[in-house]
T-cell receptor, first 114, second 113 residues
């Protein structure tokens, strides 16, 4: 089954404790992206990657890092989480660059930073 | 800069009633327009998209949307709502060659029995 898998789905952590949210897709997609969803703001892009070893900032990259060492994986790293990073995070993938293709989303990772 | 406005934060309709969710966009070039649905605890699923051609597009689950360039709108409609349609709906706009699309804030739909 074609899917985007995120882990963990739920996480409560404390300020400053590094964490990684994993994202994996099995569709051989070139493009992957991370979003955060906050009430009243919709989805905002954090980082995206057009292919292996190619990443770039989205609209809200501060406090986040990503890597793309393999095509299928695109982890989101919070080196020193803060309470304002409490949010619902979505990973998404698409076959290629550009909006003609469908964006496939993971089920989301709800992060709480105390 | 491209942006999307969904004027209604929350809509409640009775099961079997018709539905229209509003979406207005601001974009300098020809927009690519999308509607996504997010069921509770799930990721976003594409309902339909408009790139060009016929301004009335059909999607999955019986939804349709109409692109009106003069009004900068892309409203989502369904003739008869089912209880399973309760979810949050997001409108999005992007350009053909963009890496990203802009999402609206979402409209939460509640369906009354």
């Amino acid at each position: 089954e074609a899917q985007v898998t995120q882990n963990p789905r739920y996480l409560i952590t404390v300020t400053g404790k590094k964490l990684t949210v994993t994202c994996s897709q099995n569709m051989n997609h070139e493009y992957m992206s991370w979003y955060r969803q906050d009430p009243g703001l919709g989805l905002r892009q954090i980082y995206y990657s057009m292919n292996v070893e190619v990443t770039d900032k989205g609209d809200v990259p501060e406090g986040y890092k990503v890597s793309r060492k393999e095509k299928r994986n695109f982890p989101l790293i919070l080196e020193s989480p803060s309470p304002n990073q409490t949010s619902l995070y979505f990973c998404a993938s698409r076959l290629g660059y550009g909006n003609t293709g469908e964006l496939f989303f993971g089920e989301g990772s709800r992060l709480t930073v105390l | 800069a491209q942006s999307v406005t969904q004027p209604d934060i929350h809509i409640t309709v009775s099961e079997g009633a018709s539905l229209e969710l509003r979406c207005n966009y601001s974009y300098g070039a020809t927009p690519y327009l999308f509607w996504y649905v997010q069921s509770p605890g799930q990721g976003l699923q594409l309902l339909l998209k408009y790139f060009s051609g016929d301004t009335l597009v059909q999607g999955i689950k019986g939804f349709e949307a109409e692109f009106k360039r003069s009004q900068s709108s892309f409203n989502l409609r369904k003739p008869s709502v089912h209880w399973s349609d309760a979810a949050e709906y997001f409108c999005a706009v992007g350009a053909r060659a963009d890496n990203d699309m802009r999402f609206g804030a979402g409209t939460r739909l509640t369906v009354k029995p």
